[in-house]
T-cell receptor, first 109, second 111 residues
Framework: AQRVTQPEKLLSVFKGAPVELKCNYSYSGSPELFWYVQYSRQRLQLLLRHISRESIKGFTADLNKGETSFHLKKPFAQEEDSAMYYC???????????FGPGTRLSVLP | EPEVTQTPSHQVTQMGQEVILRCVPISNHLYFYWYRQILGQKVEFLVSFYNNEISEKSEIFDDQFSVERPDGSNFTLKIRSTKLEDSAMYFC?????????FGQGTRLTVV
C-alpha cells in the first residue's frame, strides 16, 4: 500500500538555523516524490520534486531509496519559511498523489 | 502562471442538501483530482479523473460523491445528502507530467 509518513507534526527552529523535515514512504514500485507547501491562507503549492533535482527557496531534498526517505532540508531557515509542508508521492503517470500528514514549520525570530 | 480556480470559496449548506463544488483546471492538463482536508487533519485523496472517466477513487469517495466534466472546461464535485462530517476544505487539482497544481480550495460548512 502507498503511504507517506511525516513523523513531526510541528517543528520549531530559530531564524538562521538549519532545518530538516522528515519524510518516509512505502510504495511497491518507483514513485515520484514531491514536497508541497501551504503558507497561511494560501493554496497548496509545489515546492520541489525529486526528478528535477532542483533547489527552490534554498530547500533541497534527496531521494534515498534504501531508506525510503525524502527529507527536506534548508541550511538557514527564514521567518517566511513558516508554513505547512506536505510530502507526497505519485505513481509514474502522475496520478493519485498521496500526501503525508504534514509538518508545521515555525521559524522563530 | 496559469492557475486552477475553484468556486465558491466558501459554501454553507444544511445537512441533507446537495452541493456542487466547481473547478476550472489548467486548460492543457489531462488529469484532474479532488482532495479533502478536514480541519486540523491531512490532505486526503478523493478521486482522480482522466479521459472523461474516474481513474482511481479512495474509500471516502462513496455513492454520496460524483464528479463530472460537463463542458470540457469545468470539473465538478457533487456531494449528495451532505452530512456534518463532510465539512472540510475541498481542493481541486490538475496535473501534467507529474506536476500537480492546486486550486485555492472551497471551504464547505455543513450545519
Amino acid at each position: 500500500a502507498q503511504r507517506v509518513t511525516q513523523p513531526e507534526k510541528l517543528l520549531s527552529v530559530f531564524k538562521g538555523a538549519p532545518v530538516e523535515l522528515k519524510c518516509n514512504y512505502s510504495y511497491s514500485g518507483s514513485p515520484e516524490l514531491f514536497w508541497y507547501v501551504q503558507y497561511s491562507r494560501q493554496r497548496l503549492q509545489l515546492l520541489l520534486r525529486h526528478i528535477s533535482r532542483e533547489s527552490i527557496k534554498g530547500f533541497t531534498a534527496d531521494l534515498n531509496k534504501g531508506e525510503t526517505s525524502f527529507h527536506l532540508k534548508k541550511p538557514f531557515a527564514q521567518e517566511e519559511d513558516s508554513a505547512m509542508y506536505y510530502c507526497a508521492l505519485s505513481d509514474n503517470y502522475g496520478q493519485n498523489f498521496v500526501f503525508g500528514p504534514g509538518t508545521r514549520l515555525s521559524v522563530l525570530p | 502562471e496559469p492557475e486552477v480556480t475553484q468556486t465558491p470559496s466558501h459554501q454553507v449548506t444544511q445537512m441533507g442538501q446537495e452541493v456542487i463544488l466547481r473547478c476550472v483546471p489548467i486548460s492543457n492538463h489531462l488529469y484532474f483530482y479532488w482532495y479533502r482536508q478536514i480541519l486540523g487533519q491531512k490532505v486526503e485523496f478523493l478521486v482522480s479523473f482522466y479521459n472523461n472517466e474516474i481513474s482511481e477513487k479512495s474509500e471516502i469517495f462513496d455513492d454520496q460523491f460524483s464528479v463530472e466534466r460537463p463542458d470540457g472546461s469545468n470539473f465538478t464535485l457533487k456531494i449528495r445528502s451532505t452530512k456534518l462530517e463532510d465539512s472540510a476544505m475541498y481542493f481541486c487539482a490538475s496535473s501534467e507530467r507529474q506536476k500537480a497544481f492546486f486550486g485555492q480550495g472551497t471551504r464547505l460548512t455543513v450545519v
